[in-house]
C-alpha cells in the first residue's frame, strides 16, 4: 500500500533521531524540504538547531503559531520497523518524527493555500531536555516574529486514530529533572565492614523516595518521582564508591514541587548521615506545568464538537507529563491536544509504533481550524 508523502517524511526522519540541541541532521532534512517549497510568502530563520518558518497571510491582523519539537531520546529501538533508528541508541520514542511530519504537512497546506493571517511554524529543538522552548522565546529571532496565539499537540498511544483529547486548563504537570550522586569508600567485596557501600546507600535512597508521594503528598494531590537510571559500582566483588540516581519529579502546583524537593533534601541528608556519605543533589531541568488557555480550548472543544464530524473529541484528564511547549503559554495564548496514534506500547517505550494515518487527521483537522481561527478576529 502506497503511504502518504507526510508519512515517508516522518520515517525519514524516523532514522535520524538526535538528542537535544544536536540536532543537526534533522536540522537539515528540514531546511532541504523547505527550500523546495514555494518561497514567496515564506521567511525562514534558524535558531541554535530549530527553525522558524513565517508564512505572509493574505490580510494579517495577527500571527497564529503551531510548534513542533524535534529531538530524540536515548532508546535502543525494539521496532519491526524496516525504517529504524540509523544512529545507534537513539530512537524517536516520544513522536517528534511524526509531529515534524505533521508540521511540514501544515506548513505545505498553507504555503497552497494561505489564511488571511500570519502563520508562524516553531521546529524547537530540546524538549525532552535541557528545554528549547523557554531559551527559543528569549531569543530574538522569535522575539521579532511573536505571535498572537500557538498551539501544538502530543501524539497520545492510548487513543485511537481519529480520536483528539484535551481540556481547558492544566493538562500537563510541572516537572524537575533529579540527578542525586552519593560518594562512598570503596572497598573489597569480602570486607564490608572497611567500606562504605553506595550501591546500598543508592538502594536506600531509591525506596525512601517512594515515601514521599505516599507519605507527604496530600491524597487528593497528585505527584511522581520516578528514578529511571542508577549508575554504581564497577565490578561485580568492589564494594561501590560512587552511586548516581537519575530520576524526575512531576507535581501538579509549585507548592507540591517545593515541598517534595524539601522531603528529597532531608531524605539525602538522612543517607548522608546515616551512611557516612557524601551526597549532592542537581535538579536539573525544570519545565512549568502546560496550562491551555480556557477560551480558546472550549471554543475550539466546540468547534470540534460541532464541525468536524469525523473527529471524536475526547474531554481527558490532566496528566503527569512534561512539556516545555507550556512556556510559550505562560505568555501566549493556546493550547495542546493528544493525538490518538493508537499503539499497544506506550510513550518512551522501546517498542512504540504509532500509527501513521493520525498524520492526515491531524493535518486536516488543524488546517480547517486554522483556517476558521483566521476568520474569527
Ligand atoms: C511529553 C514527554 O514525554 N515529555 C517529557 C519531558 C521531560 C522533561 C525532563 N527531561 C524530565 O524528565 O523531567 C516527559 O518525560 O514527560
Not at 337 to 353: D, R, S
Request: net charge negative; aromatic share 10%.
Amino acid at each position: 500500500m502506497a503511504i502518504s508523502s507526510f508519512a515517508q517524511i516522518r520515517r525519514d526522519l524516523h532514522q535520524i533521531p538526535e538528542p537535544g540541541f544536536q540536532e543537526v541532521k534533522t536540522q537539515k532534512y528540514l531546511l532541504d524540504y523547505l527550500e523546495k517549497l514555494p518561497q514567496e510568502r515564506l521567511q525562514i530563520k534558524l535558531w541554535r538547531t530549530g527553525i522558524l518558518v513565517k508564512i505572509a497571510g493574505t490580510a494579517p491582523k495577527r500571527t497564529i503559531a503551531w510548534r513542533t519539537d524535534m529531538d530524540g531520546l536515548p532508546i535502543v529501538e525494539e521496532t519491526s520497523y524496516p525504517f529504524r533508528s540509523l544512529h545507534e541508541g537513539y530512537m524517536h520514542a516520544c513522536g517528534h518524527d511524526m509531529h515534524m511530519a505533521i508540521a511540514l504537512g501544515l506548513l505545505t497546506h498553507f504555503v497552497q493555500n494561505p489564511i488571511a493571517d500570519d502563520l508562524l511554524f516553531l521546529f524547537q529543538p530540546a524538549e525532552e531536555g535541557p528545554g528549547g522552548a523557554l531559551p527559543m522565546m528569549e531569543g530574538e529571532e522569535f522575539a521579532s516574529w511573536r505571535p498572537d496565539c500557538i498551539f501544538a499537540l502530543h501524539i497520545a498511544p492510548e487513543y485511537p486514530v481519529g480520536h483528539i483529547a484535551t481540556k481547558p486548563g492544566i493538562l500537563f504537570a510541572n516537572t524537575s529533572e533529579l540527578f542525586v550522586d552519593l560518594v562512598g569508600k570503596g572497598g573489597h567485596a569480602a570486607f564490608p565492614h572497611k567500606a562504605n557501600d553506595m550501591v546500598v546507600a543508592g538502594s536506600h535512597l531509591v525506596t525512601q523516595l517512594q515515601s514521599v508521594i505516599a507519605r507527604n503528598i496530600d491524597p487528593l494531590d497528585s505527584a511522581v518521582i520516578t528514578v529511571g537510571k542508577i549508575e554504581g559500582g564497577t565490578k561485580q566483588n568492589i564494594i561501590a564508591e560512587r552511586a548516581r540516581l537519575e530520576g524526575t519529579i512531576r507535581t501538579f502546583s509549585m507548592e507540591s514541587m517545593a515541598l517534595v524537593k524539601g522531603r528529597i533534601e532531608s531524605l539525602v541528608k538522612g543517607i548522608e548521615a546515616g551512611f557516612e556519605c557524601s551526597a549532592t543533589i542537581d535538579y536539573g531541568c525544570g519545565y512549568c506545568q502546560v496550562y491551555n488557555n480556557e477560551q480558546l480550548t472550549n471554543d475550539f472543544m466546540d468547534w470540534v464538537q460541532h464541525e468536524c464530524n469525523d473527529v471524536t473529541l475526547v474531554h481527558c484528564k490532566e496528566a503527569m507529563t512534561g512539556e516545555d511547549f507550556g512556556y510559550f503559554l505562560t505568555e501566549i495564548p493556546g493550547f495542546l491536544f493528544w493525538l490518538g496514534v493508537q499503539t499497544p506500547y506506550g510513550l518512551h517505550h522501546a517498542k512504540i509504533e504509532p500509527n501513521e494515518d493520525a498524520i492526515e487527521v491531524a493535518i486536516h483537522l488543524v488546517s480547517r481550524y486554522f483556517t476558521w481561527l483566521s476568520k474569527q478576529s
